[in-house]
């Protein structure tokens, strides 16, 4: 069984900027891995991907909305993986997911993850 659990979450002023973290527990605990969002009233999108092996050709990936202010990273000794957020602005607001998925999914979408932690609450105030 694996899981997942998120942390960092919280509120912050537009502007400024946060890192979540994904501890990841189970049978490999090294695994391909995609942050996503879901802010009230709208669907679960997704934000970005990270690979189980940087020396994959598409290790790394982000949605057009958050690519130059967001990054994603892993450290594997820790079984974490990382999404640092900075240049926040208010519509970043939402409870963010971490799941996990394989290095060949069509990572984009929701149904390519099979497990996904609780979520941690993002707020960016104006």
């Known amino acids: 069984q694996v899981q997942l659990v998120e942390s960092g979450g919280g509120l912050v002023q537009a502007g400024g900027s946060l890192r979540l973290s994904c501890v990841v527990s189970?049978?490999?605990?090294?695994?391909?891995m995609g942050w996503f969002r879901q802010a009230p009233a709208k669907e679960r999108e997704f934000v970005a991907f990270?690979?189980?092996?940087?020396?994959?050709?598409?290790?790394?990936d982000y949605a057009d909305s958050v690519k130059g202010r967001f990054t994603i990273s892993r450290d594997n000794a820790q079984n974490t993986v990382y999404l640092t957020m900075s240049s926040l602005k208010t519509e970043d607001t939402a409870v963010y997911y971490c799941?996990?998925?394989?290095?060949?999914?069509?990572?984009?979408?929701?149904?390519?993850?099979?497990?996904w932690g609780p979520g941690t609450q993002v707020t960016v105030s104006s």
């Open positions: 990270i690979s189980r092996s940087a020396r994959s050709a598409r290790s790394t």
């Open positions: 799941g996990v998925t394989s290095d060949y999914s069509d990572y984009r979408m929701q149904y390519e993850y099979t497990y």
């Open positions: 189970g049978p490999s605990s090294i695994y391909a």
